[in-house]
C-alpha cells in the first residue's frame, strides 16, 4: 500500500518560472512532512518541512502548501534556476522520536536554461 | 544543517563476498539511524531501523540475517550484506534523526555493486 502518492513523475519547467510538485497522503496520523532534494549518487539532502497545524511555510524560493482536510501538501519553486535540477521526493511521518519517513515516488525536475 | 558521513561511497565486491558499511552522525548524538535501499529512478524503501544498544527492527521482507544491522555507539551505526549476489546491487542509504525535532539527515550514500 503506497502511503504518499507523488506526482508528476518528472517535469520541465523553463528558468524563472514556478516548479509546482504534489504529494497526497493516506494515513491521517502522520504530522510531519518534509521535501527532500537529491542529485545523482548523492544522499536526500532536507529542502523544508511543515507540519499540519500551519497550511503554508516559506523558506527562499521554497514553499511548501498543506491542505489537512484533503489530505494534500505540495512543493512550489519559484524563479526555478538550472541548478535546482534534480530529484524531489516529498515524506510523511507519524509520532515522535524513533519514526522512519515514509517516501514518495519522486519527481525528476529539470530546469531548461 | 547535521553532518551524517557514510563510508563507502561506491565498493565493488564479488558474489559471496560481504560488504560492511559505516553511518557516522558527525556533530550530534543519534539513539536511532535508519537504512534505505533506492533502486535506479526509484524512490528510498526503508530496510530497517537501528537502535543503539538494541537489536535493529527490519521492515517486512528484509532478511535480517543477511543484512546485518549493529548500531554500537550513538553515532555509529553499520550495515554488512552478508554473502552478497547480484540482485543486492543497490544504492544503501542511511540516516540519522537530530533529537526529537524530526529532522532527519541523510549520507551521501553508498552505491554497491556485486559482481
Known amino acids: 500500500q503506497q502511503q504518499v502518492k507523488q506526482s508528476p513523475q518528472s517535469l520541465i519547467v523553463q528558468k524563472g518560472g514556478i516548479s509546482i510538485i504534489n504529494c497526497a497522503y493516506e494515513?491521517?496520523?502522520?504530522?510531519?512532512f518534509p521535501w527532500y532534494q537529491q542529485f545523482p549518487g548523492k544522499g536526500p539532502a532536507l529542502l523544508i518541512a511543515?507540519?499540519?497545524?500551519?497550511s503554508e511555510k516559506k523558506e527562499g524560493r521554497f514553499t511548501i502548501s498543506f491542505n489537512k482536510s484533503a489530505k494534500q501538501f505540495s512543493l512550489h519553486i519559484m524563479d526555478s534556476q538550472p541548478g535546482d535540477s534534480a530529484t524531489y521526493f516529498c515524506?510523511?511521518?507519524?509520532?515522535?522520536?524513533?519514526?522512519?519517513?515514509?517516501f514518495g515516488s519522486g519527481t525528476r525536475l529539470q530546469v531548461q536554461p | 544543517g547535521a553532518v551524517v558521513s557514510q563510508h563507502p561511497s561506491w565498493v565493488i565486491c564479488k558474489s559471496g563476498t560481504s560488504v560492511k558499511i559505516e553511518c557516522r552522525s558527525l556533530?550530534?548524538?543519534?539513539?536511532?539511524m535508519f537504512w534505505y535501499r533506492q533502486f535506479p529512478k526509484q524512490s528510498l524503501m526503508l530496510m530497517a531501523t537501528?537502535?543503539?544498544?538494541?537489536?535493529?527492527?527490519?521492515e517486512q521482507g528484509v532478511e535480517k540475517d543477511k543484512f546485518l544491522i549493529n548500531h554500537a555507539s550513538l553515532t555509529l551505526s553499520t550495515l554488512t550484506v552478508t554473502s552478497a549476489h547480484p540482485e543486492d546491487s543497490s544504492f544503501y542509504i542511511c540516516?540519522?534523526?537530530?533529537?526529537?525535532?524530526?529532522?532527519?539527515?541523510f549520507g551521501s550514500g553508498t552505491q554497491l555493486s556485486v559482481l
Open positions: 515524506a510523511a511521518s507519524k509520532g515522535t522520536g524513533r519514526r522512519a519517513l515514509t
Open positions: 511543515i507540519r499540519p497545524d500551519v
Open positions: 556533530d550530534f548524538q543519534a539513539t536511532t
Open positions: 494515513n491521517t496520523a502522520f504530522d510531519y
Open positions: 537501528s537502535n543503539e544498544g538494541s537489536k535493529a527492527t527490519y
Open positions: 540516516s540519522a534523526r537530530k533529537g526529537v525535532n524530526e529532522k532527519l539527515f
